[in-house]
């Protein structure tokens, strides 16, 4: 069973929300991994969320989305944990990010968020 979400992601969407990623982690505040990620979006704090596709076991990330949906959070699946893991400034995969603070992404994230509503 892969993870799912409610809605499909767009390439477009998804190469927007790694570069939101890439803009948050350099002028605002990111958290990075499954554990940190439950807790920024429970807090309520998450402004988007980027989850890997391909993490193992599933179990790990399987509950974000439905979180994320129980919070009004945006959540984007991404390809791979490597792909996500560039995204965040690292050298290993990455299961999960959450901007906190969006900094220079704000728009960008705001874009994402309308357009994932429409869906």
């Known amino acids: 069973m ?7 992601v767009s390439k477009e969407l998804t190469e927007k929300a790694l570069e939101a990623i890439e803009i948050a982690r ?7 991994g499954a554990n940190e990620v439950t807790k920024a979006i429970e807090r309520g704090v998450a402004k988007i969320v980027g989850i890997a596709a391909d993490v193992n076991p599933e179990e790990v ?20 944990k490597m792909e996500l893991g560039a995204a965040a400034g690292l050298q290993l995969g990455c299961s999960a ?6 900094g220079n992404a704000q728009d960008l994230i705001k ?3 309308d357009k994932l509503k429409k869906k």
Not at 2 to 8: G, R
Not at 26 to 32: E, M, T
Request: hydrophobic share 40%.
């Open 2 to 8: 892969a993870i799912k979400l409610k809605y499909d």
């Open 111 to 113: 874009e994402i968020n």
């Open 26 to 32: 350099n002028s605002g505040k990111i958290k990075k």
């Open 61 to 80: 990330v399987m509950h974000i989305p439905i979180l994320c949906e129980e919070k009004n959070t945006p959540c984007v699946l991404v390809k791979n």
């Open 97 to 102: 990010v959450a901007v906190v603070e969006a």
